[in-house]
C-alpha cells in the first residue's frame, strides 16, 4: 500500500491552476495539501493552458512537502482523459475525481492513471485518488465509491452541487449538508478511508467558520477543503489534539497495557472509567499529534 494513503490531511486549499500567481508558492502557508483545480475554476477554452501551467509547477516547484492533489474535469468531459496524463506524467500525489457517483466512476480514473504511470516511467501505485461527492445519488452509493479501488485514500462532500441537487441551498447553519456529512463519514469509516468536508465560502464571517469546522471535527471528519490561507490556522487548531487531550491519551495506553498484562480490564484514569474500548482511540491522538509536529511524549 502507498505509505502516503495515511497522511495528515487537515487542510486541502484549492488554487486555480491556470495562474501562476497562485500557484507558484502556496506552501509558504502550511497547508497539509493543495487542491490544483483544471476543472470549474479553468474557463473551457483555457483548458489547455491550464494544463501546461500545472505540469511545469509540478516538474519545477518544491512545494516542500506539501501534497499535490489535481481535480480533474468530469468524466462526462472531453477533457479528464488528458487532464489525468498531465497530472500523472508531471508527477502529481493525487487525483480528485469531481462529481462522482458510481465505483465505476473511480474504476475508470484507476485505469487512465495505471496506463499514464506506465507511459511515463512513474512508479505504479504511486498516483493516489480521492472521490468528491456532490449529488444525492453520490452520497447513497458512498460505501461503494469509497470500496472501489485501494488507491482511493478518501472522499469529499462538495457542497454547493450537492445542495443544488438536494433543491436546497447553503444557509451557514450546516442543516442542509449534516444527513450527507453523517452519511459520508460512516461510509469512509467503514472502508477505512478518510473523509473531507466541504468549503466555507464565506471569508467575512470567521466566527461562522471556526463553529463549521468544530461541528465537522465531532462528526468525525479528518479535515475541510479551504479557499484562502486565513482559514488554514483555525483548522490546525481544532484539528490537532491539545495538550491536556495528548497528556490523557498517554496515561490511557500506558495503563491499558499495564492492566492488559495483569488481567485487569476496567480501571480508572483521572476520574473516569477506561477499558480496551478506549485504546484505539488514545492511540490515534497520539498519531495525529506526532503527525501534526505537537507531540512531546515517548510513546
Partial sequence: MNPNKKRLRRTMMFLNAQKPGLIK???????DSIMLDLEDAVAENQKDAARFSLYHALQEIDYRGCERVVRINGLDTPYWKEDIRCAVAGGCDAIRIPKTERPEDVKAVEAEIRT?????????GRTLIMAAIESARGVVKALDVCEASERLFGIALSGGDYTKDLQTYITGTGIELMGARQNLIIAARAAKIQCFDTVYTDLNDMEGFRRDVETIHLMGFDGKSIINPRQIPVVHEIF?????????????VMEIEDKREKGI??????????????????????ELAKASGVYKGGL
Avoid: L
Avoid at 499514464?116 to 505504479?124: H, K, N, R
Avoid at 490537532?240 to 490511557?252: D, G, L
Avoid at 484514569?269 to 492511540?283: H, L, R, S
Fill in 25 to 31: 508558492d502556496p506552501h509558504i502557508y502550511k497547508p
Fill in 116 to 124: 499514464a504511470e506506465e507511459d511515463f516511467g512513474i512508479p505504479e
Fill in 240 to 252: 490537532t489534539p491539545a495538550q491536556k487531550n495528548i497528556i490523557f491519551a498517554e496515561k490511557v
Fill in 265 to 286: 480490564g476496567v480501571f480508572i484514569v483521572d476520574g473516569k472509567m477506561i477499558d480496551i474500548a478506549f485504546y484505539d482511540g488514545a492511540k490515534r491522538t497520539i
